[in-house]
Each structure stands twice: as structure tokens, then as C-alpha cells.
């Protein structure tokens, strides 16, 4: 299996991006106790602007033959599995792991490991202010930077970078590319990396790819390294690579797979508002929400990778905060409700074929992203960061 990595920009920065790229967008779905899901109906299924020179095809909606019901308590077994492998990490601001350590960045800019049945927390090197998502191959780190924070009307505000480096402490990390907006998501591969910015305010966001340690295209001028635009985006907010196509999550619209070379069709998975995206195991599993008749309550819709129609494996979910694929099973973290200070945070878990939804994790604190590599289901329990103030964060692991 390759390294899983969760790319997407933190919270804060991303509510930043939508007010620079936007105008307006969606509100993010409200916190509320997690509920039943309900036998399914039919979903909305827009569909985001494709590029004009491109061909796309969409994706009808299945139904599961069966109403998925919600184990109201995690297993035993489950339960005693979940290990905290780091602590008092402040707010952490992305996510990665690979078979053997979990990776994370700090808003005060370093890039930090730790392995993932526990043991030493390491710190790998540290880079400016404000790394917004990072990315891990067989041998390197990859992370983006956005310096300036959240404040709009700061001058450096969002100038962004992307840096790669050995997976080894106190490398340096080398710089990729410069002079985009707000790089929202990352990923690397073994000989490239390719992530998500803006070129200005106001702009839509790109799809950029660069050559890792070698010649970029097209020729970089003198003195800094050059990147290539793959495709253009109205908002994206993350990012998965798989062979030569890329999966692109759009706030809106959800999710389109762009192949980064060749004249390949596009395809698209829909879903109104796109809230995580996680690749794996023949699927692109989206969580949002896709029905305003139900509010603000979000689905989990699972398709299939090659393109087709989707099959609905959870309805009336309460802020998702991400999703990730392991074994045959789709893992969702949700946020936890206002009224417990988000104390009350869950990670459940369905089928990729449908079925029941399990809570494999119960009062986590304010959980966030998550992912999965080989050996375990990773997740930031954020543990009060937003609303004007920074949280503690700490690192959760279920192994697999």
C-alpha cells in the first residue's frame, strides 16, 4: 500500500482562503449529537465548472439495499486500541503518516514525527510560519506553506511555498516552488509533488505540479524553481494522487479526477458541499452534505474509482470533519456538539460495501483530520483550538 496522507489545509486557513477566493461560500455544517442515519433518498448531484479544453463525464447516485443503523457505544476491543502517540503539540495544522510514523506540522512551523505504536517524538526540521498541509512519499517530506496566517490585511499574507525533504532530522528542507496564494493541499509522489494555490486574491485556485529534485517544467526562471499549472479550480480544498490523474475536492460541486498527462476524460464524483475526500481500494469516499432539504446533516458517498454511480453509506452525520480508507472500511471523524465544547468528538466507521455505522472511538476532544496508512487509523484530536484562541492538540492512533 502507498502512504496515505491527509493534505488539506487547517480549518482557520481554509475559512481564510474562502474569504479571499469568494465572495460568499457555504457556511461550514453546524456541531449537534450524532444521530441515526435514515434510509437513503435521492441525492443532488451538481456539478462543478469543468476546464473547457476537457471532457467530463459524471456520476449518478445508487441507494444501499438496507438502512445502515449506528452502534451507539464502540467495542471493547475497539476502544482499548485507541493510543495517543504524542501530546501537547499546540495546533497542529496537517497530517500524513506511512508505515511506520505519523507526520504532522505545527502553526509555529515544525515538522514533527512520531512512530505509530508510540515511542519518541521527533522533530524533523522546522520552516516558516503557518505550514498549511503536508504530504509524505517513500523517501521525502513535502509540506506548503502559507505565511501570514489569517490576517487578510497583513502584506505577506498567504505568499506561499512548497519544500520537500529527506525523511531523516535535521535535513533541510529544499525549496520546490514559490509565489503562489494560500497553498491549500499537497501531494507528493517519488519524482513529483503537486498541490492546490491561488495566484492572486480573488483568483480561483490551480493545480500545480512540480518535478521533485530534478528539472522542473517548464524552464524555472533564474533564481527561483518553476512549477507547471495542471488545471484550474473555482475553489479547491484537497488533493489526492493516484498514478497519472489527480482527485480534486472542490468546496462545491464535489470531487473531479484530472489526469495530469494525456488527453484522458475527466470524472466526476458529486456531492453539494465537499467535506473530505479519501482514495483507496477501487473508491473515492466524499463526505459532505448533499441534500439542503436535511439541513446541515452530511452523508458518506463511496464510488467507485474508475467513475460510476455512488452508493450512499451513511446519511445525517454531524460535522465531518474528514474521512480515510482502511481495510474495507471507511473511517469519518466527527467533530463532537457545541453544548460538550466538542468533547464529545467520535470516529466511526462503515463499509466500503455499506452496512452498519460503528463507533470505533468515542469523547475525543475536537477531532479534525484524519487518515490511514498500512498499521493504523491516524487522527488531531484539536483539543479546543478556534473561536479567537489556539488549542493543545495531540495525536490519536487505532491501529489496524
Known amino acids: 500500500m502507498e502512504p496515505r496522507s491527509r493534505s488539506s489545509g487547517s480549518d482557520v486557513m481554509r475559512v481564510a482562503v474562502l474569504a479571499v477566493v469568494l465572495a460568499a461560500c457555504a457556511s461550514t455544517p453546524a456541531s449537534a449529537p450524532l444521530s441515526s442515519t435514515a434510509t437513503p433518498t435521492s441525492t443532488a448531484t451538481p456539478t462543478p465548472t469543468p476546464t473547457p479544453t476537457s471532457t467530463s ?16 457505544a464502540p467495542s471493547a476491543e475497539a476502544a482499548s486500541r485507541v493510543l495517543v502517540i504524542a501530546r501537547g503539540q499546540g495546533v497542529v495544522t496537517s497530517l500524513a503518516a506511512d508505515g511506520s510514523h505519523a507526520y504532522w506540522t505545527r502553526k509555529t512551523g515544525e515538522i514533527v514525527r512520531a512512530p505509530l505504536g508510540g515511542g519518541t517524538v521527533e522533530t524533523l526540521a522546522t520552516v516558516e510560519r503557518e ?4 504530504s509524505v512519499s517513500a523517501d521525502a517530506v513535502c509540506v506548503a506553506i ?8 497583513r502584506d ?6 512548497v519544500r520537500c525533504m529527506p525523511k531523516t532530522a535535521g535535513a533541510t528542507p529544499d525549496l520546490v516552488a514559490d509565489g503562489f496564494l494560500m497553498p491549500m493541499a499537497i501531494a507528493a509522489t517519488d519524482t513529483e509533488v503537486h498541490w492546490l494555490a491561488a495566484t492572486k486574491k480573488g483568483s480561483g485556485m490551480h493545480l500545480f505540479s512540480a518535478t521533485r529534485g530534478g528539472a522542473a ?8 524553481p518553476a512549477s507547471r499549472k495542471v488545471a484550474e479550480m473555482g475553489l479547491g480544498v484537497d488533493l489526492e494522487i493516484k498514478g497519472g490523474s489527480a482527485y480534486l475536492l472542490w468546496a462545491l460541486g ?4 484530472v489526469p495530469l498527462k494525456g488527453t484522458a476524460k475527466k470524472l466526476q464524483f458529486p456531492i453539494l458541499q ?8 477501487g473508491h473515492v469516499v466524499l463526505v ?22 455512488a452508493t450512499v453509506l451513511a446519511r445525517d452525520l454531524d460535522d465531518p470533519k474528514g474521512v480515510a480508507i482502511a481495510q474495507g472500511t471507511a473511517y469519518v471523524a466527527l467533530l463532537g456538539s457545541v453544548g460538550a465544547k466538542y468533547k464529545d468528538g467520535e470516529i466511526v466507521a462503515v463499509p466500503l460495501t455499506g452496512g452498519p455505522l460503528a463507533r470505533v472511538a468515542t469523547a475525543q476532544w475536537q477531532p479534525g483530520r484524519i487518515i490511514a496508512s498500512p498499521r493504523a487509523v491516524v487522527w488531531v484530536n484539536e483539543r479546543g483550538n478556534g473561536a479567537g484562541h489556539d488549542g493543545d492538540a495531540e495525536i490519536a492512533t487505532l491501529p489496524l
Open 57 to 72: 463525464t459524471s456520476t449518478p447516485t445508487s441507494t444501499p439495499t438496507s438502512t445502515p443503523t449506528v452502534n451507539r
Open 131 to 134: 505550514p498549511t498541509a503536508l
Open 146 to 153: 502559507a505565511r501570514g496566517g489569517g490576517a487578510v490585511s
Open 156 to 161: 505577506d499574507f498567504g505568499k506561499g511555498s
Open 217 to 224: 517544467t517548464p524552464p524555472a526562471p533564474p533564481g527561483r
Open 254 to 257: 464535489g470531487a473531479e479526477m
Open 274 to 281: 465537499g467535506g473530505g475526500i479519501a482514495l483507496g481500494e
Open 288 to 309: 459532505g452534505v448533499d441534500d439542503l432539504a436535511r439541513g446541515a446533516k452530511a452523508v458518506v458517498k463511496a464510488f467507485p474509482e474508475a467513475g460510476g454511480a
